[in-house]
């Protein structure tokens, strides 16, 4: 099924990052749901995409890439009122919760944002994570800032940290896939409810945009769509 006759992008740069299980690499392929999702819905929209096209680099490199231009799409991205006139954007692609998450034997609690003062909290560097503790009035100082997933996944398992601030699915696969237990981790309090987005820079053809849109659309309405989900499960 294609709505349109097959076309080419404008050249773009296809960039993502390793945020299991929405994209990251494995054998230096790109893979994950919202891989899957996008190589999918542009088939559909009559502009495919190859798997080959995709690279992965480090978000806070990416993010600028993409904040200048030209020609570069960056995902998946949390859509926030920060970043909304930044980019173009195509979406949702699917929900996502960015939470604190705890060990659940230290049994913290934060009722309201000043609670948060008291903690030392790992966040991912330019993450909506990071971000949203900044606009909440948490200074750099107060966190932990790394680059790695990994790093911090293992710093909250061993107390050196005592909440980490990320994307709850992801979180959870990291904990998974380093061995560790799920059920010795609870999210503690939500940051924000939102969803993932592609994210193009400013110059991007619009036409381009409304035709990807259009596919992503079409491919929420079939099997398909669910598969791929329940797939990274």
Do not use: C
């Amino acid at each position: 099924l294609t709505l349109h006759a097959e076309a080419k992008w404008e050249s773009l740069d296809f960039i993502t990052e390793e945020f299991p299980p929405y994209n990251y690499t494995e054998s230096g392929i790109a893979r994950g749901i919202t891989v899957d999702i996008l190589l999918e819905a542009a088939t559909i929209a009559g502009l495919p995409i190859e798997r080959r096209d995709i690279r992965s680099l480090p978000w806070a490199r990416g993010y600028q890439m993409a904040r200048r231009g030209p020609g570069v799409l960056l995902f998946s991205m949390a859509r926030t009122d920060e970043r909304g006139p930044q980019f173009k954007w195509v979406g949702p692609i699917m929900p996502s919760r960015i939470v604190l998450l705890a060990r659940r034997d230290r049994q913290l609690s934060v009722a309201r944002p000043a609670d948060l003062s008291a903690y030392r909290i790992g966040v991912i560097r330019d993450d909506v994570g990071h971000h949203l503790l900044n606009n909440l009035g948490i200074s750099d100082n107060n966190l932990h800032i790394s680059a790695s997933a990994i790093q911090l996944a293992n710093l909250l398992h061993n107390s050196r940290i005592d909440l980490w601030a990320y994307d709850e699915t992801t979180a959870y696969w990291f904990i998974r896939n380093l061995d560790m237990h799920s059920a010795d981790f609870a999210p503690v309090h939500v940051l924000k409810e939102s969803a993932m987005y592609y994210a193009f820079s400013a110059d991007t053809d619009a036409v381009q945009l409304t035709r990807l849109q259009s596919g992503l659309n079409a491919l929420k309405q079939q099997p398909r769509y669910q598969q791929i989900l329940d797939s990274y499960k």
